[in-house]
């Protein structure tokens, strides 16, 4: 094994088999092969291959701080017998990937030379910041090629989990004909701390408001709607959520801004969590737990994402058992 500028070649006997069934590195050759870094360490733990030197590593992270942690990543995904081919070698198989993509993945039973990949990965560590607006759309890139979009995050304990993003349409069966126009036309209500409160007779919508002692109270974000001022971010959203046939309720047990249900209330429990744009947790450790939150409680986690005058809405979802890609156990 010697070291290159952009890489390690490995020219053993087992360069071809590590090429013809495990699809790692980048082929050199007959009987070469050319590993990033986080392979050379794959390698040297599950497939019993040397270290180009005994000092390899500790020169290797003072140019790849990150090593350690993209080779989780790479452990995470490989144990179980995925293929993955890093973004340096997309050309190798002839495969078309996003530029922002790590890598991508095939699973056990498919050959990178036969089968289009299943997902494309990215990967983060627990403190990098969420792009919620950046990723939904590398997530809707990747769908549109029939991919699943899957990123993994490693924290300092280089422990691994994987979720999938993607972007969700909300819809309900509420009925919302001239919602808007009715809401206008509402007067009169007595203002009270965080909303006001409005007659219960003869009230327009049940979408809209709280039934309490003394009438419907609506709050801050209802008040912008039927006052018809500029609306703020939280009204906004609001107004595409009821558009969108939902019922928002507030989400204060939750830890979001609303829970909306996509029928009458009472007919089923609330399927999606909304927080407001500005709400969202910074990083990626903070999204993790929003979204392992929601799933605990059968519902998902929905980020809105300014699109024009519009909202589209990104998911930050665990996948199914048998795709949760993790750190093995470790003594």
């Not at 020219?11 to 050199?28: C, E, H, T, V, Y």
Request: charged share 20%.
């Amino acid at each position: 094994m010697s070291t290159q500028t952009y890489g390690w070649t490995f020219d053993g006997s087992a360069a071809n088999r590590l090429r013809d069934k495990s699809a790692i590195g980048r082929p050199m050759g007959e009987g070469t092969l050319l590993l990033a870094p986080a392979e050379v360490l794959f390698c040297h733990h599950y497939r019993n291959t040397p270290l180009p030197s005994p000092d390899w590593l500790d020169s290797v992270l003072e140019n790849m701080p990150s090593l350690l942690f993209e080779y989780s990543v790479l452990e995470a995904l490989r144990v179980p017998g995925n293929k993955v081919v890093l973004h340096s070698n997309f050309d190798v198989f002839n495969v078309e990937c996003d530029v922002e993509s790590w890598g991508v993945r095939w699973s056990s039973d498919q050959k990178p030379n036969t089968s289009a990949p299943t997902s494309e990965i990215r990967w983060f560590h627990s403190s990098d910041l969420l792009n919620h607006s950046q990723l939904l759309e590398w997530a809707n890139r990747v769908s549109g090629k029939n991919r699943i979009a899957e990123v993994l995050i490693v924290d300092d304990e280089f422990s691994v989990v994987t979720y999938r993003v993607k972007e969700v349409n909300p819809n309900g069966d509420i009925p919302c004909n001239n919602l808007l126009g009715e809401l206008a036309n509402i007067k009169g209500g007595v203002d009270v701390d965080g909303g006001r409160i409005y007659p219960a007779e003869n009230w327009p919508h049940s979408q809209i408001g709280i039934p309490i002692e003394g009438g419907i109270f609506v709050d801050s974000n209802f008040c912008t709607i039927i006052d018809d001022k500029s609306m703020d971010e939280g009204a906004s959203v609001l107004v595409d959520l009821l558009m969108r046939g939902l019922h928002p309720r507030p989400g204060f047990k939750y830890g979001t801004e609303w829970r909306c249900y996509d029928k009458i209330i009472g007919e089923d429990h609330a399927p999606f969590l909304v927080t407001l744009p500005s709400k969202v947790p910074s990083d990626w450790g903070g999204a993790c737990l929003a979204s392992r939150l929601a799933s605990g409680v059968n519902k998902t986690w929905l980020i809105p994402v300014e699109n024009g005058p519009n909202w589209k809405y990104l998911t930050v979802i665990r996948p199914p058992n048998d795709a949760r890609w993790s750190s093995p156990n470790r003594r």
